[in-house]
Structure formats: C-alpha cells, structure tokens
C-alpha cells in the first residue's frame, strides 16, 4: 500500500469516528442522594444556568466560579457537581452530600 493510499485510509476512518460522536453531551441529569433525596439538574445550552427541580420546588441557579467542578448558586443555595458526584448547600450548610448523577436522555 503507498503512503498516500494510506493518508487517505486513515483520513476516512477519521472522518467517520468524528461521525459516531457527533451526539450532543446531556443536558439534563437525575440525581440521588444517600439521604433519599432525588433531584433533577437541567442546565443551559451554555451552560451559564441551571435549573433544579424537586418534590421542593424549582430553583434558578447562574454559574458562579469553582475551584474544581461546576458550581450553580442562587445566594442562599449552591449545587456543586464533579463528574457525577455532588453536593447542595443551604446558606453555608451541606444538606445532601454524596449525591450520585446519571444523564438523562432527551430522545423519548
């Protein structure tokens, strides 16, 4: 096989593993906490927002800055996620510690 014969090999397969990973990330995400707690996180397209929902209610939170993972605040309550792992804070405390998060799929 020449080298360039090989080039263009390689090239296609490129092309079509870029094809196999064109799904977008998630956007929406379950979690659960070793206390019981569920709740679902959805975050904006650009990422700039998020919105929690529980048996409690819903809460609006904006970005705030994070030395490691992403952290959502709205003044009183925080939601930290790394990876899957995360926490809720109310006004200092931890609330729900050691939650647990999986993505959920936005096709039906």
Request: hydrophobic share 35%; glycine share 10%; aromatic share 8%.
């Amino acid at each position: 096989m020449s080298k360039y014969a090989l080039i263009l090999v390689l090239l296609a397969l490129s092309g079509l593993s870029a094809c196999k990973g064109a799904e977008e990330p998630a956007n929406r995400w379950v979690f659960t906490c070793p206390d019981g707690f569920r709740f679902d996180i959805e975050y904006s397209e650009d990422g700039s927002m998020a919105e929690m929902s529980s048996v409690d209610g819903r809460a609006q939170l904006s970005v705030a800055r994070s030395g490691s993972g992403a952290r959502y605040t709205d003044g009183t309550l925080v939601f930290w996620n790394k990876g899957t792992a995360a926490l809720i804070e109310q006004n200092g405390d931890v609330i729900h510690p050691d939650c647990q998060g999986e993505p959920v799929s936005s096709r039906p």
